[in-house]
């Protein structure tokens, strides 16, 4: 049987000195914090592919030859399609907070920081629902200042 070379040096039931395993603790926490890296780089090419290729999926889908020109024959209408609008707006972008938060939660790997961030992600979607769920209120409030 052979030794390597720093096996021989030392003597028998030798133990590792702290200093040696706090330099194999931060060489194991450097390559855990790599590995995090290259996970989330490999999250930052394929989160915006998946959203691009459904959306170009989705529109060729269900794509239909009409002609609609938008006139608004109200002021009532036009507070109507703002409304929708709105509360389209901030439904998707909340949507889109929470999956951001679910993916960073998941890959938080026990770090408190990432844990935080994916937290504050999920408070922003619950905001973004919130302020949807409001839309209506605020187009009351114009329709009554509009006079509509």
Not at 18 to 30: V, Y
Not at 75 to 84: A, E, F, M
Not at 111 to 118: F, R, T
Request: hydrophobic fraction near 50%; glycine fraction near 10%; avoid cysteine.
């Amino acid at each position: 049987m052979r030794l390597s070379i720093h096996a021989a040096r030392r003597p028998a039931g030798h133990r590792s000195t702290s200093r040696q395993r706090d330099h194999a603790a931060r060489q194991h926490h450097r390559r855990d914090r790599a590995h995090r890296r290259i996970r989330r780089a490999h999250l930052v090419v394929i989160i915006p592919l998946a959203v691009v290729g459904l959306l170009v999926t989705a529109s060729s889908a269900y794509a239909e030859t009409t002609h609609v020109v938008a006139l608004a024959t109200s002021v009532d209408q036009v507070l109507t399609n703002i409304r929708s609008w709105i509360m389209g707006i901030l439904a998707g972008l909340a949507t889109v907070f929470v999956s951001v938060g679910g993916v960073r939660y998941v890959m938080a790997g026990g770090d408190p920081g990432e844990v935080e961030k994916a937290k504050t992600a999920f408070r922003a979607a619950g905001i973004g629902y919130g302020m949807a769920a409001l839309a209506p209120l605020v187009v009351t409030v114009l329709r009554g200042i509009v006079g509509a």
